[in-house]
């Protein structure tokens, strides 16, 4: 009995000198990745390792090719100059995999995440997700080098059931009962493979690479064919206690209002949506109101889109300024309940509603500041994103799983990684 506690003790002591040392491996390599060339002396400063540790690390890094040196740099003092290191992003890619409703957008990107392709993937009617995603990996991309590719990232407009692996969406033709992502994991045996709401991903691309990286709480409201909203709590991504965090498109504005494939009524998804307000000035069309997005469309409503309707509505469209100053009122009161629950330091706008322009988001801000407690929203930016580019979900969930999940001494296969 005391051989086997002293063998456990040893193991344990093993297994947390292993931990502390992926972990320093961790901070050096972001502290690289972060910087635009950086040199042993100051990454000593900056983690407070020693100078020995810090060379050894840098060292496997080196060996593992996950930096390369790029020449000397400046010396403060008469020496040596020093070796400055950066980021090899030739060394690896991260396939990433956005999932809409029209079907599949696809990017791979190299280790500083910048994109190395991309496309998109109708999905066949009667085909399965699974082996259309399996298509798209093995078959469809043409620059996909399968000994650097470290996972598979998927992000996803719709809830995800952490506890019980499911998928809950009111935009994707998926069954509540369906069990699609053990099926999708199943494809990859041999690579990670990571999904998550689409909404998170865009806040933590806004976080990483917008000029928002210094901001620590920071909501992302994605307003497309649905409304979800991505939240950023000190650094990180919120999940909540099941991975159900985000949901802001079913809080319910009118509980006499119309039913929600979720079951509640008067969701905002049903008032504010992007096809809702598309809908909204057709209708107003029809009803003989005037409208310059008639004669922008050519009298093919099929091609209304919301770029069409923010012409007619920077050009003082009557029936369009009605029906956006009433989106806007709406929008107002959500965010004053999302302020008042979350107090966040900014509230970004994006997922296409920014296409709208700086006269809606004007519109927003006032209506926000007249229904909401004054002390607490003029605390908050309201502000539309700076990354316009809708593969930015793609380079946030590539970027996630690089600074949470991956494992640079292990990056073994694992049950599917839902964050």
């Not at 290191?85 to 890619?93: H, K, S, T, W």
């Not at 470290?150 to 506890?163: G, K, M, V």
């Not at 409201?221 to 991505?230: E, Q, R, S, T």
Request: net charge negative; aromatic share 6%.
């Amino acid at each position: 009995m005391k051989l086997a506690g002293n063998r456990r003790g040893r193991d344990l002591v093993i297994k947390n000198q292993q931990l502390i040392k992926e972990t320093n491996l961790k901070n050096v390599f972001s502290l690289i990745y972060s910087s635009s060339g950086i040199s042993r002396v100051n990454l000593v400063e900056l983690t407070g390792l020693s100078p020995t540790t810090v060379s050894a690390l840098v060292e496997e890094l080196l060996e593992y090719e996950l930096i390369c040196t790029m020449g000397v740099g400046e010396s403060k003092t008469s020496g040596r100059k020093p070796i400055m290191l950066e980021v090899n992003r030739d060394c690896a890619q991260i396939a990433t995999i956005a999932w809409q409703k029209s079907g599949f957008s696809f990017s791979l990107l190299d280790l500083g995440c910048s994109e190395i392709e991309e496309f998109s993937v109708i999905v066949p009617s009667g085909a399965a997700f699974e082996d259309v995603i399996e298509e798209i990996i093995t078959n469809r991309s043409q620059l996909i080098d399968t000994e650097k590719i470290l996972a598979i990232c998927l992000s996803i407009p719709a809830i995800i059931d952490s506890t019980n692996k499911k998928v809950i969406t009111s935009v994707l033709d998926i069954d509540e009962n369906d069990d699609i992502l053990s099926r999708i994991n199943n494809k990859f045996p041999e690579l990670p493979v990571m999904i998550g709401n689409e909404s998170a991903f865009y806040a933590y691309a806004e976080h990483e690479f917008s000029s928002l990286q210094d901001t620590r709480n920071l909501i992302y409201i994605n307003i497309n064919v649905g409304v979800g909203a991505g939240i950023i709590q000190n650094g990180e991504i919120y999940r909540g206690a099941h991975g159900m965090a985000g949901e802001f498109g079913h809080i319910s504005m009118d509980v006499n209002g119309p039913e929600c494939s979720c079951g509640n009524r008067g969701c905002l998804e049903r008032l504010i949506k992007t096809p809702r307000i598309i809908e909204l000035v057709i209708d107003g069309i029809k009803n003989g109101k005037h409208s310059e997005v008639e004669a922008l469309c050519i009298g093919d409503f099929s091609m209304i889109d919301i770029p069409m309707i923010a012409v007619a509505y920077n050009n003082g469209d009557e029936l369009v300024t009605e029906i956006l100053s009433d989106v806007a009122r709406i929008l107002s009161f959500a965010l004053n309940n999302i302020i008042s629950f979350y107090d966040p330091k900014t509230i970004v706008l994006g997922g296409g509603i920014e296409r709208l322009g700086p006269a809606f988001l004007g519109e927003v801000r006032t209506q926000t500041k007249i229904a909401g407690f004054r002390k607490i929203v003029s605390s908050v930016d309201i502000i539309f994103t700076e990354l316009s580019s809708f593969n930015y979900r793609n380079k946030g969930a590539a970027k996630y799983y690089l600074d949470n999940i991956f494992r640079i001494s292990g990056n073994k296969k694992d049950e599917l990684i839902i964050c």
